[in-house]
């Protein structure tokens, strides 16, 4: 059974920094690309950053570009999200997901908060 728990998320002013973090159980990720999502109230999903298997290649929205960075560690199957800068406007629902996602491997998330 595919398992992936997001965690790291919190509440930070603007301007803050968090480190997100997904772990991946139930069979390994190591050549799938990976990649964060969020959801904010009201909105729908959307694409935030994603990171090729092989590690050399990433891409990020246009929102987060030069402020978010993605990364992996295969070994241990995780994929992280390290996010400068924060704006009120990243708040959301933070998942991960292989790329393109599979519906069946969603998370629960982690919430992240910026106050103004």
């Known amino acids: 059974q595919v398992q992936l728990v997001e965690s790291g998320g919190g509440l930070v002013q603007a301007g803050g920094s968090l480190r997100l973090s997904c772990a991946a159980s139930?069979?390994?990720?190591?050549?799938?690309?990976m990649g964060w999502f969020r959801q904010a109230p009201g909105k729908e999903r959307e694409f935030v950053a994603a990171?090729?298997?092989?590690?050399?290649?990433?891409s990020y929205a246009d929102s987060v570009k030069d402020r978010f960075t993605i990364s992996r560690d295969n070994a241990k199957n995780s994929v992280y999200l390290q996010m400068n800068n924060l704006k009120p406007e990243d708040t959301a629902v933070y998942y991960c997901?292989?790329?393109?996602?599979?519906?069946?491997?969603w998370g629960r998330g982690t919430q992240v908060t910026v106050s103004s």
């Open positions: 997901n292989k790329v393109p996602p599979n519906n069946g491997y």
């Open positions: 139930g069979r390994t990720f190591m050549n799938y690309a």
């Open positions: 990171i090729s298997w092989s590690v050399g290649s990433t």
